[in-house]
């Protein structure tokens, strides 16, 4: 990140305090509206609740699952222009403050083709939506990101229709610096962690080529598999196993890497709406904008700790 | 009698499936020694284009220039092991950064677009034999630890699957030289 924390607080609250202060205004104004919606609708429900009650629990139940859902619609349709405005107002200029390079687009995403191309979630995805797309180049790496969200629907055993997410998160689209013409997928080692030698052993049975890598602390965070293990070792060298540690351990989610079509594809499984202005987080308060600026830190420093523009191979 | 079979044919297949893991293992090592060999001969194909670009140049390196060329045609020989393949390789690796890290003593082959292109290729072949030798000592590790573990170790005593020699990975070939470090000195 080329401007430091300080710098960016001191624009935080020095040129964007009058958006911000007018912000709050309109945050405020929205938690008084939720506040009477919310009692509106809940003094109606706890009445029909009540008188229901003697016939089962299984009406009220359903009384206060309508309610909250009438009550969260509502705060969402209320929220809308706020969420547009901090979006165009506040999040952009921060962005471009950070980077001028980097453009952001509140309302794009990243193409669902190359989410399908990483070959992480498998090419099955029957839902995907994603938001605010942040692209652009760092030195002379150049990325894309934005929130995503992919689902596969399926049928249960009596055919009614369920829908499960495979991811929700931050995905990122960047280029490796090095060149490779196979795939190396590199994914949260779940079976390993909790199941130890028979996870391992479970792992070979998928029938994908499972790598393993000379690295305890990764093999036990990660699984590789890959269509050639001497392309697998030339991209994971023992230093840039230790980077993608350290990039799980600063996000606190379960990450995904897949090298593949010459690129580096990474998928962060943080739920995916780190950029969201909340209802009950004012905008002045320090945390509110740490936590934004942690969050793009995060995923901006990636191509700083991979070493991403270090161009010492053939690759320009 | 029936159970009796059933029982031969289930330790014959457990049998047949140890023996094709560790072989399937063993090939595994030679097909990833045969990736070290095809890259030790893609580094040797590239010495006599640096040595070419560079003798005229570096007249008092004519020692390392001539150290590196005679190390070149050993490895050239086809009568060798792979034991001598990956000594010679080693014995190289030391002269042949030498003459990498003296190409920055000198302006003119700084500037040279060719040598900076070759110094690009030599050091992504150099990342890529250390990347092949990691992998070959992680596949070796594989076999090996079938080989010792029961009950594979029984078959591997009764088909003689020979145990296999991990290679040390020297410390030049493990750092890699930062060229673009070295000419920006």
């Known amino acids: ?17 009058p958006e911000l202060v007018e912000l709050e205004a309109e945050r405020r104004r929205i938690l008084k509206w939720a506040v009477v919606v919310a009692l509106v609708v809940a003094l109606p429900a706890l009445w029909l609740a009540w008188k229901t009650l003697g016939n089962g629990i299984e009406i009220p139940f359903w009384i206060a699952v309508t309610a909250a859902g009438i009550v969260g619609f509502a705060v969402n349709w209320l929220m809308i222009s706020y969420r547009r405005r901090f979006k165009s107002r506040i999040f952009s200029k921060i962005v471009t403050k950070i980077d001028p390079s980097l453009l952001y687009l509140p309302a794009g995403t990243i193409d669902r083709s190359l989410f399908v191309a990483s070959a992480l979630f498998g090419d099955r995805i029957d839902r995907f939506s994603g938001r605010d797309l942040i692209r652009g180049r760092i030195g002379k790496t150049p990325i894309a990101f934005s929130s995503v969200k992919a689902e596969r629907e399926h049928r249960d055993a009596r055919g009614r229709e369920h829908r499960s997410v495979i991811f929700a998160g931050t995905f990122i689209v960047t280029e490796f610096h090095k060149s490779f013409s196979r795939t190396t997928l590199v994914v949260p080692d779940l079976a390993e962690k909790y199941l130890g030698v028979l996870g391992g052993w479970l792992q070979t049975l998928s029938g994908k080529k499972v790598v393993r890598l000379d690295h305890p602390g990764f093999e036990r965070e990660f699984v590789v598999y890959a269509d050639d293990p001497v392309e697998a070792h030339y991209i994971l060298t023992p230093i840039i196993m230790e980077k993608i540690l350290a990039i799980k351990e600063r996000s606190g989610s379960n990450i995904y890497l897949s090298f593949r079509f010459d690129k580096l594809f990474i998928a962060i499984e943080n739920g995916g709406d780190r950029f969201e202005p909340g209802l009950f987080r004012s905008l002045l308060r320090f945390d509110t904008f740490r936590g ?12 700083e700790e991979l070493n991403l523009n270090r161009r010492i191979w053939s690759k320009e | 009698m029936t159970q009796l079979l059933i029982a031969v044919a289930i330790v014959a297949a457990v049998g047949i499936l140890i023996y094709n893991t560790l072989v399937g293992r063993r090939n595994q090592c030679d097909n990833i020694f045969a990736s070290i060999d095809a890259l030790l001969k893609k580094r040797y194909n590239l010495i006599p284009n640096l040595v070419s670009l560079v003798k005229e140049s570096m007249a008092y390196e004519k020692g390392l ?9 050993k490895a050239m020989r086809p009568d060798l092991s792979p034991e001598q393949k990956i000594a010679i390789a080693d014995e190289l690796a030391q002269p042949l950064h030498g003459l990498m890290v003296a190409v920055e003593n000198y302006p003119e082959l700084k500037a040279s677009e060719q040598i900076s292109q070759l110094m690009r290729s030599l050091n992504e ?19 090996n630890n079938a080989r010792q573990m029961f009950p594979s170790s029984l078959i591997a005593g009764w088909f003689s699957f020979e145990s296999k020699p991990l290679f ?18």
């Open chain 2, 125 to 143: 072949i150099e990342e890529q034999i250390a990347a092949a030798r990691r992998a070959y000592n992680q596949a070796v590790t594989d076999y």
């Open chain 1, 1 to 17: 990140m080329s401007l430091s924390r300080s710098a960016l607080l001191d624009y935080y609250y020095d040129e964007l305090y």
């Open chain 2, 168 to 185: 040390e990975i020297p410390e030049e070939v493990r750092e890699n030289i930062d060229v673009q470090e070295l000419l920006k000195r």
């Open chain 1, 292 to 303: 934004y600026i942690e969050n793009l830190n995060i995923i901006l420093s990636i191509v």
């Open chain 2, 65 to 73: 220039l001539e150290k590196v060329t005679e190390l070149r045609a």
